[in-house]
């Protein structure tokens, strides 16, 4: 089925390591985002890219690269892993209509 | 700079009755509007979106939200709740150049009882 793919689903991180958050979309759609969802604070823009090779940061940038090489892919690294990191995170794509964004099912991490 | 509020944290509706999930933006310019659901481990699904036009918009699973500019408002309404409606209700402002930088509000979890 089309859509937005995150993986892994769940992850359990050390404080320092480092990781790559997947995710690929197959819609053809020229934005994707990465928000991060926390309790009672709603989901916090990370980064977007408006299309291959550009990218730009949101609200809560830090700690966090992105990169955006093909239209379809738009990982999420996490450099040096810390406890506020801990959240669930979730990857969004949309055409330039702005038809609103289409979601992934989300990576829960946890950094201990 | 923008923003989203929704001020009700948490409703309980009984199952049939009407519902309206209060939502306030603050943009410069007009702004692309939406409000999403999202169930318990699920990801976001979108409901409605507003960008010009007719002010009362229609979505999916019977809910309506009407844009009022000059309260800065996008309200969602249902005139019956069903069970299955409980979840999280997300309310969202597109800005920038092309309406591609989402903002959310904190949400409003939904109850419905019997």
């Known amino acids: 089925n089309a859509g937005v793919t995150q993986t892994p689903k769940f992850q359990v991180l050390k404080t320092g390591q480092s990781m790559t958050l997947q995710c690929a979309q197959d819609m053809n759609h020229e934005y994707m985002s990465w928000y991060r969802q926390d309790p009672g604070m709603g989901l916090r823009l990370i980064h977007y890219s408006v299309g291959a090779g550009i990218t730009d940061q949101g609200e809560v940038p830090n700690g966090y690269n992105v990169s955006r090489s093909t239209t379809e892919d738009f990982p999420l690294r996490l450099l040096s892993a810390a406890p506020s990191q801990t959240s669930v995170y979730f990857c969004a794509s949309s055409s330039r209509d702005v038809n609103g964004y289409t979601f992934g099912s989300g990576t829960r991490l946890t950094v201990v | 700079a923008q923003s989203v509020t929704q001020p009700d944290i948490h409703i309980t509706v009984s199952e049939g009755a009407s519902l309206e999930l209060r939502c306030n933006y603050s943009?410069?310019?007009?702004?692309?509007l939406f409000w999403y659901v999202q169930s318990p481990g699920q990801g976001l699904q979108l409901l409605l979106k507003y960008f010009s036009g007719d002010t009362l918009v229609q979505g999916i699973k019977g809910f309506e939200a009407e844009f009022k500019r000059s309260q800065s408002s996008f309200n969602l309404r249902k005139p019956s709740v069903h069970w299955s409606d409980a979840a999280e209700y997300f309310c969202?402002?597109?800005?920038?150049?092309?309406?591609?930088?989402?903002?959310f509000g904190t949400g409003t979890s939904l109850t419905v009882i019997p």
């Open positions: 969202a402002v597109g800005a920038g150049g092309g309406g591609n930088q989402f903002y």
């Open positions: 943009y410069g310019a007009t702004p692309y």
